[in-house]
């Protein structure tokens, strides 16, 4: 017995100790251990003080919790809500999820950590990336191991944005334990990805020995438009030819072109900019010029050379400038001895010197003659080859007569015709004044027609089409060069599209839409096609389909058909629309007695079938009106309906039983009067010892 309370002096104290110990234990961190959890969450709160009310009163719950021992659910909450939450809600917000995955950290450490599992962490560093359209970024991914984790990591990205791809480098990461690996995220957008909001998500997963572990983290991905800079108006300056070789006491020319590029159409000024060189005289004619939007100008830069002029080899610059602009050319100009003294000649140049045409189109090249040294003859201008196969060629005029120190201009035409293949020839013009003979190539490059079809003069027959009309469309299509191959008219109900091929008539293109149903929204455009494969297409034309007729009613009927007072009345009337149209909204029926007018909404039987009823009516009569309403307000009234109610008549069979009755009552009452005179009469002359008692029996 005294060992036993020993024992149990020992383990009473004992337990009373580990009762201690686990409640110790198992009490929520002091505010000690928390303060500085608590002062960076109120860091927190504060930096988000006045911009963000509902992140503060997460925040705040966070600190409740913290201060009420509930560590795993403030984890939870910090990594699962309130981070998400500043990552999508908050501009530039690195600052303030550094302080977050701080606080984290802090409160990983406060958690007791027994039977440990090994995972990872997926981070990135920016949580947000920005990116031009055609452009490309890149970010860290961070795979960080924990508590000893040290498998393989396999990444995958999905993103909502499209025509964006994303690649990682490396896609498969082995952390060592309790250690960091990094791969890089590059995002590229194509230069037609939508501009928007869209998010990336990389995921992370590692299959160990008993589990499959996955992460992921979302990066905010922003696509910013890139508009294109509009081309600035400009110009080229080109001389041709740019070698010049020029004989002492002689001159030539190079034809100095001026090139609108962009529309551009303002004054060009040209003068030679390059140092004098002794013995050469440099002219322009004209010193300025203005081209036409995309298209050309040109000058003549005469080099007259003196007898004198020192032999050698030169540099004629030649600059136009216009405002801020400027460009230039450049000649390369050699003076050599003449074999034989100099004579009257003239030069012959093109500008410009090279053509590109596309099938089924025309251009022309200017070719310029100019008179050297007092040339003052006629000169003749030929072709060669005189014709190409497919190609009209012609020059005009074919004689030129110069006067000295002038020049003179032919037009070269070429016309090239539809069916002719792509090739490339020259085109060499001669010109001839007696024994003289001067040329200049044109270079001609025929190429593919790439001209679209155009589409005028779109129009829909009715405009605004009734649930019952179809809708005639007719338009212009033309193309000059390769001809029209196909037109179809697209159109659309809803969310089906339909092709029609049009058919030319009259000069137009013509299809038929068919009828569709009151209030369909219909749209229709027209695609053409040419025999070059070119295509074009229409601005698009939507109609919403009308009904412009009135509800068709019948003759109203009642019954009965001769009420009487207090009867009730019903009344029918047959109403009905076309299928396709907008159908019945309402039917009314408005009657009138002798105290007022009433409305009654008429029920509709479904089969085009309106019923009401008039009740009560004390007559002397009722007149009635069926007013009805479609649901694109058309409406249609009856004709007014009159209707007698009529008292009824005393009947002759009550009339004779009400004098049955009083006969009868009348003939009663006169026979009950003359039994009672009788019987006084018998009581008076009888004794009335005479009447014997009744003995009981």
């Known amino acids: 017995m005294r060992m036993k309370k020993q024992f149990l002096n020992l383990i009473v104290p004992a337990l009373i100790l580990a009762l201690t110990v686990s409640t110790i ?33 997460k925040v705040n719950a966070v600190i409740h919790q913290i201060k009420s021992g509930a560590l795993n659910g403030a984890l939870n909450k910090l990594k699962n809500d309130i981070k998400k939450s500043i990552i999508k809600c908050v501009a530039d917000a690195e600052d303030l999820i550094k302080l977050v ?35 490309s970024n890149t970010t860290i991914i961070t795979i960080t191991s924990v508590n000893n984790f040290n498998n393989r990591v396999t990444l995958a990205t999905s993103t909502s944005a499209p025509e964006v791809t994303i690649t990682l480098d490396p896609a498969v990461l082995l952390p060592l334990p309790n250690t960091t690996a990094n791969s890089t995220l590059m995002v590229n957008a194509t230069q037609t990805t939508p501009p928007g909001e869209y998010e990336i998500t990389i995921t992370g997963t590692a299959r160990t020995r008993w589990r499959t572990l996955e992460h992921n983290v979302t990066i905010p991905l922003t696509i910013i438009e890139v508009k294109p800079t509009p081309p600035t108006p400009d110009f080229t300056t080109t001389a041709s030819p740019t ?35 002794p013995g050469v005289n440099a002219t322009l004619n004209p010193f ?24 050698g080899t030169y540099k004629i610059a030649v600059t136009g400038t216009s405002g801020a602009l400027q460009h230039g050319a450049n000649i390369t100009l050699t003076i050599a001895s003449p074999p034989v003294p100099p004579a ?38 030929s072709l060669e080859p005189e014709t190409i196969s497919g190609v009209t060629l012609s020059l005009n005029p074919t004689q030129l007569t ?92 809803d969310t089906t599209q339909e092709s029609l091929v049009m058919t030319l008539s009259g000069g137009l293109y013509q ?33 919403i389909v009308a009904d412009p007729y009135q509800p068709s009613m019948g003759v109203p009927t009642w019954s009965p058909k001769d009420p009487v007072v207090n009867d009730d009345i019903a009344v029918n009337v047959t109403i009905t629309e076309p299928e396709g149209a907008s159908g019945i909204d309402e039917v009314t029926l408005r009657y009138s007695n002798t105290t007022a007018v009433f409305f009654i909404s008429m029920t509709d039987n479904h089969d085009g079938n309106w019923t009401a009823v008039i009740s009560n009516q004390t007559g002397p009569q009722v007149a009635f009106v069926v007013e009805a309403l479609d649901k694109a307000g058309n409406e249609v009234e009856s004709d007014m309906q009159e209707v007698d109610v009529t008292t009824p008549a005393f009947p002759l069979v009550w009339i004779l039983a009400v004098i049955a009755i009083l006969a009868a009552a009348t003939g009663g009452g006169a026979y009950y009067v003359r039994r009672r005179r009788k019987k006084g009469a018998t009581a008076t002359s009888v004794p009335s010892a005479a009447i014997k008692p009744v003995s009981p029996r």
Do not use: C
């Open 402 to 493: 110069l006067s000295p120190v002038s020049f003179n201009t032919s037009t070269l035409k070429i016309e090239v015709d539809v069916g002719t293949l792509p090739q490339e020839a020259e085109i060499t013009v001669t010109g001839t004044s007696g024994a003289l003979q001067r040329s200049v190539t044109v270079a001609l490059s025929i190429i593919t027609e790439r001209k679209p079809p155009k589409i005028v003069n779109v129009l829909g027959i009715p405009e605004a089409p009734a649930y019952n009309e179809t809708v005639t469309v007719s338009a212009n299509v033309v193309d000059f060069e390769s001809r029209i191959k196909e037109v179809t008219l697209e159109y659309s109900k």
């Open 288 to 311: 300025a010029v203005i081209p036409m939007p995309n298209s050309f100008a040109v000058s003549i830069l005469i080099l007259d050379i003196t007898s004198n002029a020192t032999i």
């Open 511 to 543: 299809a038929t839409i068919p009828a569709f149903s009151f209030g369909t929204t219909a749209e229709y455009w027209i695609q053409a096609l040419d025999k070059a494969g070119n295509s074009a297409e229409s601005d698009s034309i939507t109609y």
């Open 25 to 57: 234990a198992i009490l929520p961190a002091t505010s000690q251990d928390t303060g500085t959890i608590v002062d960076k969450l109120m860091e927190l709160n504060n930096k988000l003080d006045g911009e963000k009310p509902t992140l503060q009163n």
């Open 243 to 277: 070698n010049l070789t020029i004989e002492q006491g002689r001159s030539n020319t190079s034809v100095i072109t001026v090139t609108s590029v962009n529309d551009f159409d303002k004054p060009v000024d040209l003068a030679v900019t390059s140092e004098p060189v």
């Open 344 to 381: 009257p000649d003239f030069s012959v140049n093109a500008s410009p010197t090279t053509l590109t045409i596309e099938q089924g189109d025309e251009a022309s090249s200017t070719i310029i003659v100019t008179s050297l040294r007092g040339f003052n003859e006629l000169v003749e201008l």
């Open 101 to 135: 995955d701080e606080i984290i950290d802090l409160i990983r450490r406060k958690l007791p950590h027994p039977h440990l599992k090994p995972d990872f962490e997926i981070t990135t560093p920016p949580y947000r990336l920005d990116l031009l359209q055609g452009g």
